[in-house]
């Protein structure tokens, strides 16, 4: 059996990180991903993918990942269901992460000043 997901989108809002009763850590976010095709409005929809990440992954994704950043996901789909407080069964189909890559850089890492390296001769310095 092969149970295999890669996708590549945009992250529609902060990832939601928290701890289990047990002290394991989990991140969830959703990403957005485009379709390769319009539809007949002339219009390109999107589709959105509920991502679940466990341990060290959800540790570095509640850290470092934000609103609008572009990642790849692998991964396994998953289904499953739970009863709503209505009553009513309710199903969830998302992609439980092995690995998420960062594609772009984060804009706060944008804006700060690069600096560059330059070699100063000693006899240069005032003191």
């Known amino acids: 059996m092969l149970n ?3 996708i590549i989108g945009r992250t529609t809002k902060e990832p939601e990180f928290r701890q289990t ?3 394991i850590s989990v991140a969830t976010f959703t990403i957005a ?4 095709y319009k539809n007949a409005q002339g219009e390109k929809e999107t589709d959105f993918f ?3 990440c466990w ?3 959800a540790e570095t994704v509640g850290r470092y990942l934000g609103k609008g950043r572009l990642v790849a996901v692998s991964g396994r789909l998953q ?3 739970y009863e709503a407080k209505d009553g009513t069964k309710r199903y969830i189909t998302e992609i439980v992460a ?3 890559q960062f594609l772009d850089r984060a804009k706060d890492a944008e804006q700060q000043p690069q600096w560059e390296e330059v070699e100063i001769d000693d006899s240069e310095l005032p003191f």
């Open 4 to 6: 295999q997901t890669i």
């Open 21 to 23: 009763q047990n002290g």
């Open 79 to 81: 289904n499953r269901s």
């Open 50 to 52: 509920n991502i679940i």
């Open 33 to 36: 991903c485009d379709r390769n």
């Open 98 to 100: 092995s690995e998420v």
């Open 55 to 57: 341990r060290g992954l």
